[in-house]
C-alpha cells in the first residue's frame, strides 16, 4: 500500500516538474540582481545543456547542477553533499561575488568558495557548451569554472590532472548511489605512474580499473580504442610537473560524455536523438577481468576462458586448493628459480645458464612499468643483464618497460595490445622448446595428411578447385618470401639465433607495409618525368605518381645529402609513419635504392595554401571561416607533433607551402620530421644543416641556431598573420618604412586599422572580433623573446575560447627589413647547449 501510494505520488510530483519547467522562464545570465530560483533555469548557447534545480531518482531533495539533454543524464552537481530540503533554493552571486546557493531562509549553503574577494559585478553563464564560468562583468576575466571542480562526469574540454610534484589531483568522484550524488567511494585520477601515463578508477586507495599506458596514440590496455579516438584525446604535461587528459570532439561527430557511475564503471555516453535517450558507447567493466589485479600476482585473465585466471607460463599457484576454488587472491610464484636467485641460494648446486623470456602477444601489461627511451635489443639485454628485471616490454610509441617486483592486472585480449616477455629460468626454456616441438610435429603430420587429401581429391574430381587453392597458397608463399628477400637486401641481419630470426619475420611485416620497389615508383612517374614534378622542396623534389592500382601518390625524392645509414634512415620512417592525425600528411612508406631514399606520401589534389592565400584568383575561394578552420587545423597538427605524438617532434620548417590541402580544404601539414630523417641530431657534425625558411624561423634559430617549439610557435604566427592578410611575408615591400610584414601588422594592429591589413577578400563585419583575435594571437606567436610566445596547447585554447581574455603582445621580431636582411646573412652553425630560457627540446622519446 504504503509502496503504490508513493510511486503515485512521484509521478504526480514528476508531471508537476515537468509541467513547472515547461513554463519556467530561462535566462541566459546570473547577475546579483538576476537569481535563479527552483525551478528556473539557465541553458547553454546550443540548448544542449541546462543549469538549475533537480531532484535524484527516487528522492526528494533538491539539488543545483548541469544536465545534458534530460534530467537522467545529470553531469555537474554544485551541492552534492549539502541538499536543500524543499525546493525554496535560490541560486546567484553572493556580495563577495561568489556563486552560491541559498536555503529558503537566504543561508549560503553552497559556495564556488573564491578566495579572492571581489565585488558583486561577477556574472555566471554557460561558456563553450557545458563549462558554467563565473567572470567579471567588466573585464572578462575568469574567476570561477564548474570545469575546476569536476564532479562525476568527463566533458569535451575539461582537464583531468595530477601534479607530480604536489600531488594534488582534479579527478572525477562517484555519486554514492543514483539517489544520492554526495560524494562516493571511487574516483577517476589520470596519473604518471613511474613516468607513463594511464587512466585509473580508484575505490578508495584501492586501484579498481586501469587503462594500460598511453603510447602516444591510444591507451594500450583498451584494444578496441583504434586511430579514429585519436583526434579526441589530448595528453600533455608542463614544467610545473603537471600531466592532464581531456578531449575534443570535432564539428559534427557524435558528441560523448564519459561518465563514472556509483559501481565504479566509467560509461561512455551519447544521446540517440530517434530514441530520445541515452545509450552506452563503451563501458571500463566489460568483464570481471577489469577488475584490477583480480587474479593476484603473476597470473593473466582472459574473459574468454573458463576459469578466468591463469597462471603465467612458468609459474604455479601459491595455494593450489585455493586456486582450485576461484579464489584468486594468492595469485602464483615461480616454479624454477632465476639464475640471480640460484647464484644466492647457497643449497642448490650453481650453474650458470642464463634466463630467457617468455613472450605473451596482445595483453594489458602489468601495472608499475618503469619507462626508457632505448631499441627493443637494448631494454631486452637490460633487463636480462640486472637481476631485479622480471619482465619487459617494447612499443614504438612508449619506448622500453620493464617491471621489478610483482607482476599484476595482466589482461589477455584477442587483438591489439602489446606484447610482454617475461623472464624464466632456461629449465623453463626447455620445456617451452618441447611443446614447441611437439606442436611443430603435429602441425606438419596434420599438413601431411591435408595434403595427401588434396591430391587424392585433385586426382578424383574433374573439376580443380582444390589445385587452384594449392597454386594460390603457393604463389602466396612466394610473395612472402620476396618480401624477405627485399629486406635482406636492405637490412643486414646481424646473427641467426631464432631471436633475431623472429625479429626479422616481425619486421617483414612492416616492410610489406612500407617498402615501395623503386621499379614501380619510376613507372608511377613516368621515370621522374619533369612534367610530373609538383614542387621542390627544402629537401628534394616532389613528383607526382599513380599506383598501379590507381591510387595517386606524391613521391619526394630525398636529396643525396642526407648522411644518415640505412638502418637509421628506415627506423625513422618507421617512427613518422606511426604519426597519425588527420591535420598531418600520411606518409605510406619509403624506398631505399643504393643511393636513392624516397618518400611516399598521399596525394593531395588541392596542392598547397599558398597556391590559394597568394593567388588573386583563388583567394576568394578561402571566407574567413574557411580561414579559421584552416589555422586551427594547422594548430592542432602542430599540437599532435609537439606534444602528443610522444616524440615530440619539432618540425622546423613551417610555412604555408608546407600545409597542403584535401578536398575539403582541411589543411595537412607536410615535410614534418624531416629532421629527423635527415638526422639533424646535434651530436652528429657532418649532418649539420640549417633546415627552415628565413622570414618564418624565429629570431633564435635564425641567428644562434636555437631551436623549440617556441621557433615553430614564431613560424606558425608569421603563417596566421600571411592568411589573414592575404600577403607573402618574404615579398612584402612597404616603400615608406622599410617595414616587414610583420613589422605592418603590428603598426597598424596597435593603430586599431584592423582594416587595412586583412584580405578585403575575407573581411566581413560580422567577423570583426574574432578577426581581430585572430591577429591578437599571430602577434603573440611572434613575440622577440621564446619564454613569451604561448605554447601550441595554449595558442588552441586561445583559438577556441573567446572568453579567455589574451595578454597584449609585445613588439615582434623583425620589425624592419634592413635589420631581417642583417639577420640572413648571419648563417651559423648549431649549438648544442641551451642560452638562458630557450632549450634543445628536439626530438627524443620520452
Ligand atoms: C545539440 O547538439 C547537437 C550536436 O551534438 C546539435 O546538432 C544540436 O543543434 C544541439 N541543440 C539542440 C537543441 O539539440
Ligand atoms: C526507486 O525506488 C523503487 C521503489 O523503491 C525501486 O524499485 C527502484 O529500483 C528505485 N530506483 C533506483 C534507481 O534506485
Ligand atoms: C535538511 O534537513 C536535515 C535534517 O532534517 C538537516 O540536517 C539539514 O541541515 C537540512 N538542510 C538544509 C539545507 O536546510
Ligand atoms: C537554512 O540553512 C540553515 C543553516 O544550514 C538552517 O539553520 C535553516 O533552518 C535552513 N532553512 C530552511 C528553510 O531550511
Ligand atoms: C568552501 O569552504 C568551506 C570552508 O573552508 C568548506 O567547508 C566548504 O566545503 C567549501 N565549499 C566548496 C564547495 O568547496
Ligand atoms: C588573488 O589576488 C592576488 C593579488 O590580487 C593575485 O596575485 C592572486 O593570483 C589571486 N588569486 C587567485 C586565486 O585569483
Ligand atoms: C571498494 O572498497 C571497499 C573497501 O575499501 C570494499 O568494501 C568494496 O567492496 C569495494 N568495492 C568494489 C566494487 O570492489
Ligand atoms: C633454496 O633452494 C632449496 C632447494 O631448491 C629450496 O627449497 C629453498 O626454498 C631455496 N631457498 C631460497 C631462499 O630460495
Ligand atoms: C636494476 O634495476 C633496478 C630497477 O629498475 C635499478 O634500481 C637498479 O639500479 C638496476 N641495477 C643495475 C645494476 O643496473
Redesign the pocket.
Known sequence: MGFISCSNLFSVLFILCCYLLHFSIAIDTITSSQFIKDPETLISKDGNFTFGFFSPINST?RYVGIWWMSQSTIVWVANRN?????SNGIVTISEDGNLVVL??TK?V?WSSNLSNKTSNTATAQFSDYCNLVLMESTTGNILWQSFQKPSDTFLPGMKLTSNKRTGEKVRLTSWKNPSDPSVGSFSVIFLDRINLPELFVFNETQPYWRSGPWDGVVFTGLPMMTTPYVDGVHIGDDAEGNIDIYYTVPRDITLVIYNLNSQGQLVAKWWDYEKKDVQIAWSSKLSDCDIYGICGAFSSCSSLSSPICSCLRGFIPRNKQEWNRHIWTGGCVRRELLKCERMNNKTTKVDTKVDGFLKMQMVKVPDFAQGSAVTPDICRSQCLENCSCIAYSHNIGIGCMSWTGNLFDIQQFQNGALDLYVRVAYTELDKERNTTIIIIATLIIGTLIIVMCAYVMCRRSSNNTAAKLLHSLKSKRKKNIKALQLFNKVGTLEDHTSDSIIRTLSQVKLQELLLFDFEKLAIATNNFHSSNKLGQGGFGPVYKGKLQDNQDIAVKRLSKSSGQGLEEFKNEVVVICKLQHRNLIRLLGCCVEGEEKMLIYEYMPNKSLDAFVFDPSKNKLLDWRTRYSIIEGIARGMLYLHRDSKLRIIHRDLKTSNILLDEELNPKISDFGMARIFGGREDKANTIRVVGTYGYMSPEYAMQGLFSEKSDVFSFGVLILEIISGRRNSSFYDNEHALTLLGFVWIQWREGNILSLVDPEMYDLSHHKYISRCIHIGLLCVQEVAVDRPTMAAVISMLNSEAELLPPPSQPAFILRQNMLSSMSLEKSHRPYSINTVSITDISGR
Open positions: 531533495k549539502q541538499p536543500l530540503n524543499d536555503n529558503g543561508q549553503i
